[in-house]
């Protein structure tokens, strides 16, 4: 009997301790979105009256803004109300009108991200030398500096191309950023030189080794890719608040970017709405991720 107590102590025990902390930390994490699910179900009342106070700034004389009560966490509501949705959905178009500012914003830069990376990582993967690796250094270089860098050059450009204000200021630099470039050529680099030697022998030419071969063989990591540019994309908020001056082709992240402004309620409903897109995405697409994070270090077999 002590021999098997001392066995679960030492096998068992530390197994459920890890176990335990993960399954904190994972509700830690999960705290905030659960929160946002409920509240959207709140009346504007109940919410007023457990968070109005966040909302609501009292300023001071030195233009400082304080809160002056507790706020009053609740998960889960008095009385199950639709009136925010039907609110964002059925009585305020403007809401749907951002959210679909979001999509036209978004989708294009997936598709044809993707697109000029699988011909860029193909290029960086076939042919060597010295000016292909200053230029994919130079790629790294560009992918290191974080957006705010970037927004200014950006916003030079675009006022020099005359897309300043328009979506063309946001999609075009989307498509070309190097990211995706870098991950699938690291991928590209890997296939084996044996498959594009032997479609040689048969007489492929490049774009039909590429179209054939190396895209075929990418597109695991292509919609991997294509879920963490999507994700990216769908949350930004700096590029459209410097890019995009006009309030009517702002996507929806921008409003949420602004809760403190509006309707509390309101936003809570268009969060849980905005949010949903992406976890559906990623739980049809989960299979895909994985593979393709499994598969990046090397060829599946």
């Not at 009585?91 to 044809?112: A, D, Q, R």
């Not at 200021?169 to 084996?192: D, E, N, Q």
Request: with cysteine; glycine share 6%.
């Amino acid at each position: 009997m002590k021999h098997k107590i001392s066995r679960f102590l030492h096998k068992k025990l530390p197994t459920a301790i890890l176990f335990t902390f993960l399954l904190l930390v994972c509700l830690i994490f999960l705290i905030p979105t659960i929160f946002t699910f409920t509240n959207s179900f709140m009346s504007s009342s109940e919410i007023a009256a457990n968070y109005g106070q966040i909302f609501q700034s009292v300023t001071g004389s030195s233009g400082d803004i304080y809160v002056s009560e507790t706020v009053n966490l609740k998960l889960i509501p008095d009385r199950v109300s639709f009136s925010q949705y039907a609110s964002v959905l059925l009585k305020n178009p403007g809401y749907l009108i951002k959210f679909w500012n979001s999509c036209i914003l978004v989708l294009p830069i997936v598709i044809f991200q993707i697109l000029v990376a699988l011909l860029a990582s193909y290029g960086f993967a076939r042919y060597k030398g010295k000016a292909r690796n200053a230029l994919f250094f130079a790629y790294i270089i560009i992918m290191l500096m974080p957006y705010q860098v970037t927004l200014v050059p950006n916003r030079l450009v675009a006022d020099w191309l005359s897309i300043y204000d328009t979506r063309w200021a946001i999609i075009l630099p989307g498509i070309f950023s190097p990211f995706a470039v870098f991950l699938l050529t690291k991928y590209m680099r890997r296939i084996p030189s044996s498959l594009i030697e032997s479609a040689k022998l048969d007489g492929a030419g490049e774009l039909k080794i590429f179209a054939r071969i190396c895209a075929p063989m990418a597109s695991g990591i292509s919609i991997s890719v294509a879920i963490l540019i999507f994700i990216d994309y769908w949350n930004m908020v700096e590029q459209p608040l410097i890019l995009l001056t006009d309030p009517e082709v702002q996507p929806l992240s921008v409003f949420l970017s602004k809760i403190n402004e509006g309707d509390a309620g309101l936003a809570f409903a268009i969060a849980t709405i905005y949010m949903c897109i992406p976890i559906a995405i990623f739980l049809y697409c989960e299979d895909y991720l994985i593979e393709g994070v499994s598969y990046q270090g090397g060829i599946k077999g």
